[in-house]
């Protein structure tokens, strides 16, 4: 016997089987819908994005490239920074003072010396010759020939401009000069640049290789010189140590002084002389410390402000006794002070004794 709403149970589960389907189809249909239309939505976005980005891109690669164009104007290839001069002048300094090591004492020293070099040149550049030096000047000759050895490079490859004919020196300031006149006015970039494109250009013609072989042969004839009547060595060995004189010393000495020349820069060499301005009666003191790099002629060492704590900065440290190398600074432009790039060396007699506090005032 059926049960009185048996049938209506057993129909209602089948009903709602076929309703969830649908009802799931339906959705998932609009949740999709909506994904895609999310995900649309982002990518439109993402595309647009991108459309700028690119558009951006573009730009930039326009200006970079009209920067490109416009760069050599402010900023000239041939421009050395004061790091780079700085760095190759103490190579250099390194080089010729090694070199200059690797000689044997000279017994005779100062009567050589005094022979090669005129008295009255000694006691201009020199005014501690004979009288100041602590042990006599035989003990500090690796100084004073190193001095001598730059001040003859120098004089071969820095004096003056690195173009070897002095008549074409004086054509390239005339029409730099020149230039200034012109109107409308040349900017000054673009004067430097010329300056720097113009000297570059005539260093590489072979008649400027012929000047610049002229200047090692004289460079080399002066070292040679200046050395022989110091040292009896035979031929194969004055060859050997001149050989590294010149790719050691020479070779780096003309190609900075060629860099130097190209830049736009103008820099000034600080010889330090007259003596009896920088140093009245050749006394050095502390605070010449901030200007110069100072060596003891005694203990052949750099002197640091460590070394003398005791001191004032107005204490006098020690005698003038001879400038080893000079220094360097870039000029300044209009309106700027000059830059220092490296500091001059000095060889200078210490006091042994820091001198005495003066007395205080008694009450």
């Known amino acids: 016997m059926d049960h009185p709403g048996t049938g209506q149970q057993l129909d209602r589960p089948q009903e709602m089987l076929l309703e969830n389907p649908r009802r799931l189809r339906n959705e998932l249909e609009l949740k999709y819908d909506s994904l895609v239309d999310c995900y649309e939505n982002q990518l439109t976005q993402k595309d647009k994005g991108l459309q700028e980005a690119e558009s951006r891109i573009r730009y930039l690669e326009k200006e970079l490239s009209g920067s490109h164009i416009k760069l050599p104007n402010y900023v000239s290839d041939y421009q050395i920074s004061d790091a780079k001069i700085q760095e190759g002048l103490r190579i250099l300094r390194d080089n010729i ?36 030096f602590p042990n006599g000047p035989d003990d500090a000759q690796m100084e004073l020939m190193t001095s001598v050895i730059f001040k003859l490079t120098w004089n071969c490859l820095f004096k003056g401009s ?12 005339h029409i730099q000069e020149g230039m200034s006149y012109l109107s409308p006015r040349i900017d000054l970039e673009s004067m430097n640049a010329w300056k720097a494109d113009t000297i570059r250009a005539y260093m590489a013609h072979p ?26 060595f035979d031929e194969s060995h004055w060859e050997h140590k001149l050989e590294r004189f010149m790719m050691q ?29 920088q140093f009245p009666e050749q006394v050095v003191r502390k605070n010449h410390l901030k200007r110069f790099t100072i060596i003891d002629a005694e203990s052949h060492n750099k002197i640091q402000f460590s070394d003398l704590e005791s001191f004032n900065d107005s204490d006098m440290i020690g005698v003038f006794l001879a400038l080893v190398f000079p220094g360097l600074s870039r000029c300044g432009e209009e309106g700027h002070s000059n830059v220092l790039i490296e500091k001059p060396v000095i060889l200078i007699a210490t006091l042994t004794t820091p001198p005495s506090a003066p007395p205080e005032n008694e009450t």
């Open 249 to 277: 010393i020479a070779s780096p000495a003309a190609e900075l002084a060629a860099r130097m020349a190209s830049s736009p820069s103008q820099y000034g060499w600080l010889m330090c002389f007259p003596v009896h301005k």
């Open 97 to 132: 003072s090694n070199w200059v090591e690797s000689f044997p004492d000279t017994l005779i020293f100062e009567e050589l010396f005094v022979r090669k070099i005129s008295k009255e040149v000694l006691l201009k550049l020199m005014p501690g010759w004979t009288h100041s």
């Open 207 to 232: 008649r400027y290789r012929e000047v610049a072989e002229t200047r090692y042969r004289n460079l080399k004839g002066s070292i040679y010189r200046f050395l022989g009547d110091f040292y009896r």
């Open 162 to 173: 690195i173009l070897g004919n002095q008549t074409h020196q004086e054509l390239l300031s």
